[in-house]
């Protein structure tokens, strides 16, 4: 059992925005106050990208999250798949208290249920699969410890269900991105998609290891002006960094 973060948690608000830090000026989550249930970093947006791979209708029914942060994925999801049971799990207790009171994070138990402890404790000791797993936990010094590792991420991969997708939010400018990805592929057996970074410098990887991922450019922008209509979620320019980044063999893209 891994101890509890000692590092504090701390609230900022700018320009009508709020922010969530761990004991340092970096963002680890944001709200725009006038819109609470959208996604306000770009790299959150672009963790939703996964539902541009699947078929939208019926997908996912059960997401995990591992890392709670302000909530950002958490109120997207709860807001806009209503047919998704989300269960979220976050190391610090204090971060459910502060999305609670601070960042709207809704208290529906049968819908949005959080758990207590550590990411990799939870995926290493239970059997539950689930159709969308995405990972985004760091600590102060933006380290992902116990959730950057092999058998962490191979856990992930056997708790996906057949149509399962995986997505990990990586630091594409930090030293040890490359071992990141390396490890993620050797998990996935090179089923891994590694998006073009976004201006933050995050990179969101997505990764499948049951039912393969092919999807065409076309089916993807098709699905993204959907999403958009419905959410107001635009991952358009991700398409397009996507396109210009890798040469997709018949503009296909297959995980």
Known sequence: MRHLPRHSVDISEENGVRNLHFGSDWIQGAMRIARPWSLELAY?????????????????RHALLIGLGAGSLA????????ACRITVVEINPQVE??????????DDPRRLEVVIGCGADYMLSGERKFDYILADGFDPEARAGALDTLPFY?????RLSERGLFGANLLGRNKGFEGSVERIKAAF???????????????IAFASGGEAVDVSLAEMREQA?????????DLAPMIAR???AHPLPDSRLRI
Not at 44 to 60: D, H, I, V
């Open 225 to 233: 002006l959907a999403l958009k209509k419905e959410t107001g979620l």
């Open 242 to 244: 996507l396109q210009l």
């Open 75 to 82: 109120k997207f999801i709860y807001r806009h798949l209503p």
């Open 44 to 60: 959150t947006r672009e963790m939703m990208a996964g539902l541009l791979l699947r078929p939208a209708k019926q997908w996912p």
């Open 97 to 106: 208290f502060i999305a609670r009171q601070y960042f709207k994070l809704p």
């Open 189 to 203: 057996d090179n089923r891994v998609a590694v998006f073009p970074s976004c201006d933050s410098g995050n990179t």
């Open 154 to 158: 191979q856990a992930c991969r056997s």
